[in-house]
């Protein structure tokens, strides 16, 4: 079955500092998706990126950036230079062919503070 | 751009009494998922519906029924509800199985069963 861990609870961070969130993944498929989501204060999810296994580079987007490891079975997210605004919870999440759709098993999330 | 809606986004129920919360996309797309959000558990899957007419269990599927009326919509029922459902509760929608597209999330609805 697959799984996602997040074993960071809670990361608290000064403004302008990086932030690595952590997001280790267990699956038997050789295809599968990768996802990170983010959750503001307000509640909802928001989308962040998805990776596909075939696809090991890795990405940037402004202040975001994602390492892809199938190695480790690895796909953290970093921010850059945070800012006050990026204070949220932040899920990882796996998608495989498992069953008739494709679910998103989810880890336990990162809640992540910027603190001005 | 409505998106995935949900209603009602607050409910406060007794224990043992029913209810319905009500999910429509319109994106067109073939699945649809609730999902329940607790405390440091993150999102756990309770039914999915890969298409219209087909609904299958989930990880946390015990006490709740679904319903995917028409490609558009997809109900979440609690027939007796209980303290252990005091959750937040989210739709989802996704293109399908083969169309590696995310899933689009709903605004949640937070359910208090006292």
């Known amino acids: 079955a697959q799984k996602v861990t997040q074993a960071q609870t809670e990361i608290s961070v000064v403004e302008k500092e990086d932030v690595t969130l952590d997001c280790v993944y267990e699956?038997?498929?050789?295809?599968?998706?990768l996802f990170w989501y983010k959750q503001p204060p307000s509640g909802e999810l928001v989308f962040l990126i998805r990776?596909?296994?075939?696809?090991?580079q890795n990405e940037i987007s402004g202040r975001y950036s994602w390492n892809f490891q199938k190695s480790t079975s690895s796909f953290n997210f970093t921010i850059t230079a945070s800012q006050v605004v990026d204070s949220a919870v932040y899920f990882c999440?796996?998608?495989?062919?498992?069953?008739?759709?494709?679910?998103?098993?989810f880890g336990s999330g990162t809640q992540l503070t910027v603190l001005p | 751009n409505a998106g995935v809606t949900q209603t009602p986004k607050f409910q406060v129920l007794k224990t043992g009494q029913s209810m319905t919360l009500q999910c429509a996309q319109d994106m067109n797309h073939n699945s649809m998922y609730w999902y329940r959000q607790d405390p440091g558990m993150g999102l756990r899957l309770i039914y999915y519906s890969a298409s219209e007419g087909t609904t299958d269990k989930g990880e946390v599927p015990n006490g709740y029924n679904v319903s995917r009326l028409n490609k558009r919509e997809f109900s979440l029922r609690l027939e007796s509800a209980a303290p252990s459902q005091t959750s937040v509760y989210f739709c989802?929608?996704?293109?399908?199985?083969?169309?590696?597209?995310?899933?689009?999330f709903g605004q949640g609805t937070r359910l208090t069963v006292v």
């Open positions: 990776r596909n296994s075939f696809d090991e």
């Open positions: 699956t038997r498929d050789t295809t599968y998706y």
């Open positions: 989802a929608s996704s293109a399908g199985r083969l169309e590696g597209t995310e899933a689009f």
């Open positions: 999440a796996l998608s495989d062919l498992s069953g008739s759709a494709r679910q998103l098993t």
